[in-house]
């Protein structure tokens, strides 16, 4: 069964947190991501995200 919530639900594994209401994500398979990772991880990862940074200079 899905079940529809707002995005902003997890909106803390995300380096930039910043709000969608208008948008909902299935709770099973976010659910199942945001138990997958550690508790310090965010998306994008920030070792990656300092590579990004790194290269757009």
Request: net charge negative.
């Amino acid at each position: 069964m899905k079940v529809k919530v707002i995005s902003d639900f997890f909106n803390g594994i995300f380096t930039v947190r910043q709000p969608h209401p208008d948008l909902y994500v299935d709770y099973n398979i976010w659910n199942k991501i945001n138990m997958g990772l550690h508790e310090e991880y965010t998306l994008p990862d920030q070792t990656l995200l300092s590579l990004l940074l790194e290269e757009g200079k």
